[in-house]
């Protein structure tokens, strides 16, 4: 059974800091992971997709990679700003045909000016 | 582009009454349809997923169910509400046969009473 971990569970960084997010699975037979970001009381957005054959991922400041072989991935994110203050979760899709995806609990992630 | 609708937004309704959620997606065919439950302390559970019209899995025996009745409708039901059914409910929708994106709707809070 896929479990998917997120540490930590909360961090708190001051502006303009580089800082990375981990996430971890124990089976490594994933179609893709998927990095999301997710707002108090607001639904889930899209950051980041990478597939099981791909290594990284950019968009802006953030970068995702992903190591199948260890079971991990991390997002990195540059220049931390107030705005990216939120809830980021990480999740990855079993190789099946049902792209149904297995969440970690979280990084609440707080940039303080 | 796409869009995904849920509503309602929020939902207050007393133990033992029926419940009805809406999720419609826009501007995309054959979608995969999820739902997935995030309560308090426990993450994002997917609950029922669907590959095509009258075509529902379900992930986690309770008692809730799901229907799509057409191909950009999913619809989240239970006939008597429990006190353990409250938390935020969300849909999402993917396109398996290109990438596996999954996209996700703004929720719907819901408090039983």
């Known amino acids: 059974k896929q479990e998917v971990t997120q540490i930590p569970a909360a961090l708190s960084v001051p502006e303009g800091e580089n800082l990375v997010l981990n996430c971890s699975f124990t089976?490594?037979?994933?179609?893709?992971l998927q990095w999301f970001r997710q707002d108090p009381g607001k639904g889930l957005t899209s950051l980041l997709l990478?597939?099981?054959?791909?290594r990284e991922q950019t968009s802006g400041r953030l970068n995702a990679s992903l190591d199948k072989s260890s079971g991990r991935s991390t997002l990195y994110i540059a220049a931390s700003q107030p705005g990216d203050s939120a809830t980021y979760l990480c999740?990855?899709?079993?190789?099946?045909?049902?792209?149904?995806?297995?969440f970690g609990q979280g990084t609440t992630l707080q940039v303080k000016p | 582009s796409q869009t995904i609708h849920q509503w309602p937004a929020t939902l207050v309704q007393p133990v033992g009454s029926p419940l009805s959620l809406e999720c419609t997606v826009e501007?995309?065919?054959?979608?995969?349809l999820y739902w997935y439950r995030q309560a308090a302390g426990r993450g994002l559970q997917l609950l029922f997923y669907?590959?095509?019209?009258?075509?529902i899995s379900s992930e986690v025996p309770q008692n809730l169910s799901a229907s799509r009745p057409q191909d950009r409708q999913f619809i989240l039901s239970s006939k008597k509400l429990l006190l353990s059914d409250s938390g935020f409910y969300l849909c999402?929708?993917?396109?398996?046969?290109?990438?596996?994106?999954?996209?996700f709707g703004p929720g719907t809070r819901l408090t039983v009473l």
């Open positions: 999402a929708w993917s396109r398996l046969a290109i990438d596996n994106e999954q996209f």
């Open positions: 089976d490594s037979a994933i179609y893709n």
């Open positions: 990478i597939q099981s054959s791909q």
């Open positions: 999740a990855v899709a079993g190789s099946s045909n049902t792209g149904k995806l297995i």
């Open positions: 501007g995309t065919s054959n979608p995969n």
């Open positions: 669907s590959v095509g019209i009258g075509q």
